[in-house]
């Protein structure tokens, strides 16, 4: 079947621009999460999702970050007045629910703030 | 809160031998789940072994093993008859039962695999 996938795969925008990434999770998939991932690090947690509220929020940076998942399928991550700092691959996955169920990870979108 | 320390961040092997990737966390609590990913070039990150810290039992996948050392905290991959699409980043991750939706990890290791 179809994994998670990620669109776009890549976005430059300028600085204090508007930018959206989306995530399509596996069918069936109740639990979505968004991570970040700068050069050379491992993935930073962002938020996640069970159904369609946000269960943790606790790692959105700040409030230029937000993120939705209306219909408890698709996520969108939304990113506000774009600083350079911003500039990492945005990775998202999904499972059947948490606790010790798989993640599948989407291959990422890199965002390139310049 | 917690953290993951994978102290090596870059090893090499030779094809067909084994390698062995550390890793150590910190958390006070008791009842977590750890996990080893790979994520080769393309950036798509692949769970390749997890454990739960209530089993003694190392957890065991095809050529891939634990070392499991809950009271020292650490998590050691072995990978045995190492091939070349091991080649990867090796990432381990901490996730707490209390908190299940939020993993955290460690910084990785640049798996080389030499022919």
């Known amino acids: 079947g179809a994994g998670v996938s990620q669109t776009p795969s890549n976005k430059v925008t300028e600085k204090g621009k508007y930018v959206e990434l989306r995530c399509d999770p596996i069918s069936g998939h109740t639990a979505l999460y968004w991570y970040r991932q700068s050069l050379g690090q491992g993935p930073e947690f962002l938020i996640y999702f069970q159904g369609t509220g946000a269960a943790d929020d606790s790692g959105l940076p700040n409030d230029r970050f937000f993120a939705v998942r209306p219909e408890g399928s698709v996520s969108t991550l939304k990113i506000q007045r774009t600083e350079r700092g911003d500039s990492a691959v945005y990775l998202c996955?999904?499972?059947?629910?948490?606790?010790?169920?798989?993640?599948?990870f989407g291959p990422g979108t890199r965002l390139t703030v310049t | 809160a917690q953290t993951v320390t994978q102290s090596q961040p870059e090893m090499s092997v030779q094809e067909a031998e084994t390698v062995t990737l550390s890793c150590t966390y910190d958390t006070s609590e008791s009842d977590y789940y750890l996990f080893w990913y790979k994520q080769p070039p393309s950036r798509q990150m692949i769970l390749v072994i997890r454990q739960e810290a209530y089993k003694q039992q190392n957890a065991t996948e095809n050529r891939f093993s634990v070392n499991f050392q809950k009271a020292a905290k650490s998590f050691s991959l072995k990978i045995s008859d190492s091939q070349l699409g091991d080649a990867a980043m090796y990432f381990c991750a901490y996730r707490s039962m209390a908190n299940a939706g939020k993993s955290t990890f460690g910084d990785g290791t640049t798996l080389t695999v030499k022919p």
């Open positions: 996955a999904s499972s059947l629910s948490t606790g010790p169920y798989e993640q599948y």
